[in-house]
């Protein structure tokens, strides 16, 4: 198992009635509030607090959002960037590039590329659709995410395995008469691919592909479900046995000195799940079956993340507690839900450097060393023959 | 008035019709947010007394199918086009579009100037106005049902038992699904530009049939001087304000609306630049000649 650093990077310092008045963290909230001389601080020491993860042999997660007081990584290219030249061992997973709401994808195959030769080869390259909120800074088509996204992939993985000069590309959403990237990727024949999703809708494509999948604070159960959507996939296809390597989870962590410790500062990471989600904004046409939509509307699917502090933990949304505590919440997570990959973001809201240094340090020296080796002798074996195109 | 329901299988769509009264045909075009329920309106219901109503719901609307290739209103036009061709065997035909509705009408009257005989629009999407920093149709997409009703209704407490829209009123799962479906179509045809075509108000002056363009006082999605600008576009178009209505004045102001309406549609004014002279006024063939 690998465990991955992250955090949003987040600006928490706007006045929490503005939120409550304009119902919204992201989107709507005037940049009259970002004050750049405290974001400076907020920056460096984040990314001061990756480079310490490399330190202490952990991997690196990055994401983007756009428009939000909840991440102010405006481009994981930038900041993979930083920390492929400051850093020296860990691997830098960016998941991901939204690479529906970007302008052109082979600026996307271009950066990767780049970053994957400077660091050596020590890239995953994510690809996500781009959750709701994407939609009004892009001003993408949500209705056409899913289009964009598949040609979009297409259009990269060509780019990358494509040795012999220019390719003509004439797609529904992107044309172009010349296609050479340069460089080519480090890695062969390109980076990992990961992508993550929240709906069994979206696992076949993933298993057919072979990419790792990534859900984000799904807790176990559904996790089980996507984990079992995958296995299937794979076995009608005729595909390996996916083994852990091909899950990653994503959930809030803090590992503290004693589990009461763990319990009282761990709270602060419900910062990030407390944040204000306008319902003009939050369900665009298109994102959702409009049957899930109106399921969700009146109120006939569950509500999320309006859970205790408890519930979230016994959901596996939340993992705090001292470090034989969290070896064993680590342990119970890899044997329910096959995950590979723990992605953990150690940092929301107003959590300072030296609790979340402290709580990185713990892990890394007292629980990573009793987990690194859970599953890997079930990686999945390599597959054999040319994938048919689906 | 009765109305009945068909199908009709035009360009790789099959178009759910509601169909009701007779006399000559009148076309009647929905808006994106109003479900295609002739029946259980008064304007449709009183038109259908002198004409024949016609009510396509739109590909991607109602009980219409949406091939995958259909993306555009560009789209739309042509497979209205081929179905006005196969429905009315190529008779011009009186027309009223309302809302989004509204945008598909101009668009179809601008590709052909023999699809039309006379052409209504209501509170029409469809065209730019304003500058490049300003929007001339609120964003439908990002305002809460309850909100929308505000900007929709002259009177919003009388648009929340008036109507069912996503947040407002009591849809079943089903009839919510509808609208939601509608809304997504909506959104895949006029996302971006939004909800209008750059190149639309520069054909206007391609519309060579009468034309008159109402629009509710109250309206908030598109002003009404948004409306007037759309009108001085079209030659010889007639512009008509309805007080106390919003943005469905058909709904709040079916009265008025039809006062506005009905004698222009009975009785098309000829225009100058109109070459193929009067339009034939509609006879009533139910209880005697009006």
């Known amino acids: 198992m690998k465990a991955y650093h992250f955090t949003e990077m987040p600006y928490p310092y706007v006045p929490e009635e503005v939120?409550?008045?304009?119902?919204?963290?992201?989107?709507?909230?005037?940049?009259?509030?970002?004050?750049?001389?405290?974001?400076?601080?907020?920056?460096?020491?984040?990314?001061?607090?990756?480079?310490?993860?490399?330190?202490?042999?952990?991997?690196?997660?990055?994401?983007?959002?756009?428009?939000?007081?909840?991440?102010?990584?405006?481009?994981?290219?930038?900041?993979?960037?930083?920390?492929?030249?400051?850093?020296?061992?860990?691997?830098?997973?960016?998941?991901?590039?939204?690479?529906?709401?970007?302008?052109?994808?082979?600026?996307?195959?271009?950066?990767?590329?780049?970053?994957?030769?400077?660091?050596?080869?020590?890239?995953?390259?994510?690809?996500?659709?781009?959750?709701?909120?994407?939609?009004?800074?892009?001003?993408?088509?949500?209705?056409?995410?899913?289009?964009?996204?598949?040609?979009?992939?297409?259009?990269?993985?060509?780019?990358?395995?494509?040795?012999?000069?220019?390719?003509?590309?004439?797609?529904?959403?992107?044309?172009?008469?010349?296609?050479?990237?340069?460089?080519?990727?480090?890695?062969?024949?390109?980076?990992?691919?990961?992508?993550?999703?929240?709906?069994?809708?979206?696992?076949?494509?993933v298993a057919d592909h072979q990419y790792t999948f990534a859900s984000f604070l799904t807790a176990y159960d559904w996790t089980e479900t996507l984990v079992n959507a995958y296995r299937t996939r794979c076995e009608a296809k005729g595909l390996p046995e996916p083994g852990p390597d091909k899950f990653a989870y994503l959930a809030l962590c803090y590992t503290a000195e004693t589990d009461e410790e763990a319990q009282e500062y761990g709270k602060n990471l419900l910062w990030y799940l407390n944040r204000y989600r306008h319902?003009?904004?939050?369900?665009?046409?298109?994102?959702?079956?409009?049957?899930?939509?109106?399921?969700?509307?009146?109120?006939?699917?569950?509500?999320?993340?309006?859970?205790?502090?408890?519930?979230?933990?016994?959901?596996?949304?939340?993992?705090?507690?001292?470090?034989?505590?969290?070896?064993?919440?680590?342990?119970?997570?890899?044997?329910?839900?096959?995950?590979?990959?723990?992605?953990?973001?150690?940092?929301?809201?107003?959590?300072?450097?030296?609790k979340v240094r402290r709580s990185m340090e713990l892990f890394a020296r007292e629980v990573y060393p009793a987990i690194k080796d859970l599953g890997e002798d079930r990686r999945t074996r390599p597959v054999q023959r040319e994938l048919a195109a689906a | 008035m009765v109305f009945t329901r068909s199908e009709a299988s035009v360009g790789g769509v099959t178009l759910e019709v509601h169909h009701g009264g007779s006399g000559a045909p009148l076309v009647l075009l929905?808006?994106?947010?109003?479900?295609?329920?002739?029946?259980?309106?008064?304007?449709?219901?009183?038109?259908?007394?002198?004409?024949?109503?016609?009510?396509?719901?739109?590909?991607?609307?109602?009980?219409?199918?949406?091939?995958?290739?259909?993306?555009?209103?560009?789209?739309?036009?042509?497979?209205?086009?081929?179905?006005?061709?196969?429905?009315?065997?190529?008779?011009?035909?009186?027309?009223?579009?309302?809302?989004?509705?509204?945008?598909?009408?101009?668009?179809?009257?601008?590709?052909?100037?023999?699809?039309?005989?006379?052409?209504?629009?209501?509170?029409?999407?469809?065209?730019?106005?304003?500058?490049?920093?300003?929007?001339?149709?609120?964003?439908?997409?990002?305002?809460?049902?309850?909100?929308?009703?505000?900007?929709?209704?002259?009177?919003?407490?009388?648009?929340?038992?008036?109507?069912?829209?996503p947040g407002v009123g009591q849809p079943s799962l089903d009839e919510l699904t509808v609208l939601l479906r509608n809304r997504q179509t909506a959104a895949l045809l006029g996302w971006k530009p939004y909800m209008h075509n750059p190149k639309l108000r520069r054909r206007l002056a391609r519309i060579s049939v009468p034309t008159l363009v109402v629009w509710g006082e109250s309206d908030r999605v598109v002003l009404p001087s948004y409306g007037r600008a759309y009108a001085e576009s079209i030659p010889g178009a007639r512009f008509e304000v309805v007080q106390a209505a919003g943005h469905f004045p058909y709904l709040e102001q079916p009265d008025e609306l039809l006062r506005l309406v009905t004698p222009f549609l009975v009785s098309p004014p000829t225009s100058e630049f109109n070459g193929r002279g009067p339009v034939p006024t509609a006879v009533s063939v139910q209880g005697g000649a009006r």
């Not at chain 1, 505590?325 to 992605?343: Q, S, V």
């Not at chain 2, 598909?104 to 601008?110: D, G, H, L, M, R």
């Not at chain 2, 052409?119 to 929007?135: E, F, M």
Request: charged letters at 20%; glycine letters at 8%.
């Open chain 2, 30 to 165: 929905h808006d994106q947010d109003v479900l295609n329920q002739p029946e259980t309106q008064q304007v449709a219901r009183t038109l259908a007394e002198q004409f024949r109503v016609v009510a396509p719901s739109h590909p991607g609307f109602g009980g219409s199918t949406l091939p995958a290739w259909l993306d555009s209103v560009d789209d739309l036009a042509y497979v209205y086009l081929d179905w006005l061709r196969a429905e009315f065997g190529g008779e011009p035909v009186r027309m009223m579009g309302m809302g989004f509705g509204g945008w598909i009408a101009a668009e179809i009257a601008v590709r052909c100037e023999d699809a039309l005989s006379a052409l209504v629009l209501v509170d029409a999407l469809g065209i730019k106005v304003s500058d490049r920093t300003t929007s001339d149709i609120a964003d439908v997409f990002a305002i809460p049902g309850r909100q929308l009703l505000e900007l929709t209704w002259h009177d919003p407490e009388r648009g929340e038992q008036a109507m069912l829209m």
């Open chain 1, 279 to 354: 319902p003009g904004f939050n369900t665009p046409p298109g994102y959702a079956p409009p049957g899930a939509i109106a399921k969700m509307m009146l109120g006939l699917a569950g509500k999320p993340y309006k859970d205790s502090f408890e519930s979230l933990q016994e959901k596996g949304i939340v993992l705090v507690g001292s470090p034989e505590t969290m070896i064993k919440k680590i342990k119970y997570l890899h044997d329910r839900c096959n995950t590979g990959h723990l992605l953990m973001m150690n940092q929301a809201g107003f959590m300072s450097g030296e």
């Open chain 1, 19 to 205: 939120e409550r008045a304009l119902s919204s963290s992201r989107i709507v909230v005037p940049s009259k509030y970002f004050d750049p001389v405290k974001a400076a601080d907020l920056y460096n020491r984040y990314l001061d607090e990756y480079e310490y993860a490399d330190e202490l042999g952990l991997d690196l997660l990055l994401n983007e959002h756009h428009q939000t007081l909840t991440c102010m990584d405006v481009a994981a290219p930038l900041s993979a960037a930083m920390l492929a030249r400051r850093t020296k061992k860990a691997n830098i997973c960016i998941l991901g590039s939204p690479i529906p709401h970007r302008d052109n994808p082979l600026r996307v195959a271009e950066e990767v590329a780049m970053l994957d030769v400077i660091s050596r080869g020590r890239v995953i390259s994510g690809f996500v659709r781009g959750v709701p909120t994407e939609t009004q800074p892009s001003n993408t088509n949500p209705v056409l995410t899913r289009e964009r996204f598949e040609e979009a992939h297409d259009l990269i993985v060509k780019a990358w395995t494509s040795h012999d000069g220019p390719f003509v590309w004439e797609g529904r959403f992107w044309q172009f008469r010349y296609v050479n990237v340069w460089p080519r990727p480090y890695q062969q024949p390109h980076p990992p691919i990961w992508i993550s999703g929240s709906s069994v809708e979206n696992v076949p494509w």
